[in-house]
């Protein structure tokens, strides 16, 4: 599969695969930003895609960044509809105790490209029974 990048800034890296069979490509931030403990911040990219028909891109959080300083992607997965051609830019929440500094460069997301499946809607009057029926929210136990 090809995907379309459009570099929108000068200084902005293209996303890449870090590693040889990894599933999510980085996504590097354009310029500096701080992030305070609890506060929610819009990071700029600076690329847009164009993403073949029938797929999603999907923004996630890298999971180095979640560990060691408690920041993540708020809208996790975000979503990147194929017919979206702006600036892809990421919500980060900083969950940590400590400020967190973003510098231009820096490696802030992953963007996983996956297929959707559009769902035929049908309006039934009941569902039919299964093995778990309506127990959810902890039913199945620890």
């Not at 996630?60 to 990147?80: F, K, Y």
């Amino acid at each position: 599969m090809k995907l379309k990048i459009l570099r929108l800034a000068e200084n902005a890296k293209l996303p890449r695969y870090e590693h040889e069979g990894d599933a999510g490509m980085d996504l590097c931030a354009i310029a500096p930003q701080t992030i305070h403990p609890g506060e929610t911040a819009l990071i700029p990219t600076g690329i847009a895609i164009e993403l073949p028909p029938h797929t999603e891109a999907q923004v996630r959080p890298r999971s180095g960044l979640a560990l060691n300083h408690g920041i993540t992607v708020l809208n996790t997965p975000g979503t990147v509809d194929a017919g979206y051609r702006g600036e892809i830019r990421v919500i980060l929440i900083n969950h940590g105790k400590r400020l967190f500094e973003i510098e231009a460069g820096m490696r802030i997301a992953q963007m996983v490209i996956v297929p959707v499946i559009r769902a035929e809607l049908e309006e039934v009057s009941s569902l039919s029974d299964s093995a778990r029926n309506e127990g959810g929210f902890g039913s199945s136990g620890l």
